[in-house]
């Protein structure tokens, strides 16, 4: 399989559909997905285990997956590249809930069903601070609105992504786009100018 069509197959295309389906720019079926992310520091107890199942089972919906770490990622300094989260973790947690239906009622719904199931795992993950995984962009850790607090606030979500390497990547991002034309919700942060 080619990743063009691998893409087909993920984004729920027929198996066989030709590649240039992709130019369609009318999406088959509209998928709202929340993802959320932890790490794993030390075992999950059997008790924890079956607590976890046992809330899974309540909410439903929500999928849980455990992607290993260790081996020659682990090798490497967390200090080394922006992504930290190296050594000492057993692996990383995605949750995970997508829905079909439309509407503020129902994404708040799906929505909170994931925050439940991130709540329920509080113990047995990472703590101080409780890491994520950049890629699963998770709101919820904060955002930034880019005006003067724009440090203190990019801080609650950075550490979080990027632990020690938050203020180097701030300084190099300041350094690089001083008045932080490249930015979303959840960027670098830039210092004032100030504090340069």
């Not at 590649?19 to 999950?44: A, C, E, G, M």
Request: with cysteine; charged share 20%.
């Amino acid at each position: 399989m080619t990743w063009a069509q691998s893409v087909l197959y993920w984004t729920g295309f027929p198996i066989g559909a030709p590649v240039n389906t992709l130019l369609s720019r009318i999406p088959q079926l509209l998928t709202h997905i929340k993802w959320k992310s932890d790490y794993l520091k030390k075992p999950i107890s059997k008790d924890g285990l079956e607590y976890t199942w046992k809330k899974m089972i309540q909410l439903e919906r929500v999928v849980l997956t455990f992607n290993p770490y260790g081996g020659k990622m682990a090798e490497i300094p967390a200090s080394a590249k922006p992504f930290p989260h190296r050594a000492g973790n057993i692996c990383k947690i995605q949750y995970a809930v997508d829905w079909k239906e439309d509407g503020v009622e129902a994404a708040n719904h799906y929505v909170n069903l994931t925050r439940m199931l991130y709540g329920y795992m509080t113990p047995y993950v990472s703590k101080s601070p409780r890491e994520a995984f950049l890629n699963y962009r998770d709101l919820d850790l904060g955002i930034n609105h880019n005006g003067h607090n724009s440090y203190a606030e990019g801080a609650v979500y950075g550490i979080k992504y990027f632990k020690a390497n938050y203020n180097r990547l701030v300084q190099t991002k300041t350094k690089v786009d001083p008045d932080n034309f490249f930015r979303n919700e959840q960027s670098i942060p830039t210092l004032p100018s100030s504090e340069m």
